[in-house]
């Protein structure tokens, strides 16, 4: 499972961020972070887009729940790391990421 939780990790990173490279060549906001207004706006600019960024919302702060307490439960180090890089570049790539790393964790004696 970790090459493919790897593999899913690089595959989650890539799709979304096509998308965030395109809009950030096109309106200069790079990585969505240089213009929040704008972000925001989008994000909620109408009831289909808004109704699509409130479950991704809603399911990265589950995730930061659920890794929290399955960090301490298999003891894996600086899980903030992993929250900054899902808060970077998404939960695409931020849920494959921790899996491949409590994975790995779980075969280290």
Do not use: H, Q
Request: charged share 10%; proline share 4%.
């Amino acid at each position: 499972m970790k090459k493919t939780y790897l593999s899913l990790t690089i595959i989650g990173t890539i799709l979304p961020n096509i998308f965030v490279t395109m809009e950030g060549i096109e309106s200069g906001n790079y990585l969505l972070y240089t213009n929040p207004i704008d972000t925001f706006n989008g994000m909620f600019a109408n009831n289909i887009s808004s109704a699509f960024v409130t479950d991704l919302l809603f399911i990265v702060m589950l995730f930061l729940v659920w890794s929290y307490s399955e960090a301490k439960r298999n003891n894996i180090k600086n899980i903030a790391l992993i929250w900054i890089y899902t808060f970077a570049f998404g939960i695409a790539g931020g849920l494959p990421l921790f899996l491949y790393i409590r994975e790995t964790n779980k075969n280290t004696p």
